[in-house]
């Protein structure tokens, strides 16, 4: 079944190339979670719910029936935003034989990977029982590393191993630029020979999560990746729909850091 209902719209399929390459260009620019985190799939489009495992409490009880302890199963959401291309810009397009200006696409895409940034982090943020540890402030002396190591050390004593990630709010990304008086070094640089970096604004301000994204400890469960859909015909002009299925699986406490 074309769920998508890409095969009888009034679309050529010249368009749908250039509106898929479009929309994936432009949202791979703006997600965040997605450059640190492992992909969990794509599982398929009719895939509604997936396990999300507790390492800390998974297993199995004794005797018959026997039933599996510390997993759930929790629905995949579905994330969209809608867009319209004007019946007469395609027009415009076949006569002259100018390219269909997609700027509603893109800027769709954008706002749909903002979606899906949104689901990560404010998974990242309410996860209960992750270690939280109170920010210093940035804007002074050595505190965004010393805030960093003592992250590190809690993940080295609860035996979290790999690389760590660090994303800030966009006011604390600029903060780090600053140099350590007498080194000649930034904040940044120092941070950055610590921990992988991003910033991204869905955490807000003067926010900050120290992760370590290994695919053992969390990742980003897909069911159907971004796809664009046609919803209908209007007025003469098309309406799509960019959606995906998501869900963000912590599978340890311990890999995350929050700083309040």
Request: hydrophobic share 40%; aromatic share 8%.
């Amino acid at each position: 079944m074309d769920f998508l209902s890409r095969e009888g719209s009034p679309l050529p399929e010249a368009l749908w190339e250039k509106i898929d390459e479009t929309v994936v260009s432009a949202a791979k620019k703006a997600l965040v979670g997605r450059r640190f985190l492992s992909l969990y799939g794509p599982l398929g489009a009719g895939i509604q719910s997936i396990n999300v495992d507790d390492f800390a409490t998974l297993g199995e009880t004794e005797g018959s029936p026997v039933k599996t302890l510390g997993r759930q199963y929790v629905e995949l959401p579905v994330l969209y935003k809608d867009f319209f291309i004007l019946w007469r810009d395609i027009e415009n397009s076949e006569r002259l034989g100018l390219p269909v200006d997609l700027s509603a696409a893109m800027n769709a895409a954008v706002q749909a990977a903002r979606q899906e940034d949104e689901l990560v982090f404010g998974g990242l943020l309410s996860v209960k029982g992750a270690r939280k540890i109170k920010k210093g402030d940035w804007s002074t002396g050595e505190t965004p590393v010393t805030d960093v190591c003592q992250g590190l050390t809690h993940f080295t004593e609860a035996g979290i191993i790999g690389k760590a990630t660090l994303i800030v709010s966009p006011d604390l990304y600029l903060q780090l630029q600053r140099i350590q008086p007498g080194t000649g070094i930034t904040e940044y640089e120092r941070v950055k020979e610590l921990v992988k970096l991003y910033q991204t604004p869905v955490l807000g301000k003067n926010k900050a999560v120290l992760v370590n994204p290994q695919p053992q400890y969390m990742d980003l469960a897909v069911g159907q990746d971004l796809a664009t859909a046609y919803l209908k015909t209007r007025d003469l002009n098309h309406y799509l729909r960019i959606l995906e299925t998501v869900l963000l699986r912590v599978k340890n406490k311990d890999a995350i850091v929050i700083y309040e």
